[in-house]
């Protein structure tokens, strides 16, 4: 089961990077991140190292935890994996509600 939530956290994670990448520079969203907007906007290249770097660093201590403190551990993996999957659905949301009422990206 850790496993799972540890697969998950991973690719919801390089998902979000890569919706925020796309929201914000294709489709023109100047909100940012749901979760890390501020950062988002101020330094681009901070975000993308924060996201790319810190976050699944975070995510692989969590799963080390677990052989320690494997409650603790889960617990933690469950709420990065549920954070993240819902910064997931806010974009794909966002970009539905863009895609339907006819705003099409610029290139």
């Known amino acids: 089961m850790s496993r799972f ?3 998950l956290a991973v ?3 390089s998902l979000d990077l890569f919706l ?5 520079h294709w489709f ?9 907007a501020p950062l ?3 330094s681009w290249l901070g975000f993308v190292l924060l996201k790319g ?6 995510i692989v201590q969590l799963y080390r935890y677990r052989r320690d403190t494997p409650v603790l551990a889960t617990a933690g993996m469950g709420i ?7 910064a997931l659905g806010q974009w794909l949301g966002w970009m ?4 339907t009422i006819g705003h099409f990206p610029r290139f």
Do not use: D, Y
């Open 53 to 58: 770097v810190l976050v699944p660093l975070l």
């Open 20 to 24: 925020t990448s796309i929201g914000i």
């Open 11 to 13: 690719v919801a994670n």
């Open 28 to 36: 023109g969203n100047r909100e940012g991140n749901p979760l890390l």
């Open 5 to 7: 939530v540890l697969f």
């Open 40 to 42: 988002a906007h101020q």
């Open 80 to 86: 990065v994996t549920i954070a993240l999957t819902v």
């Open 96 to 99: 539905a509600g863009v895609l």
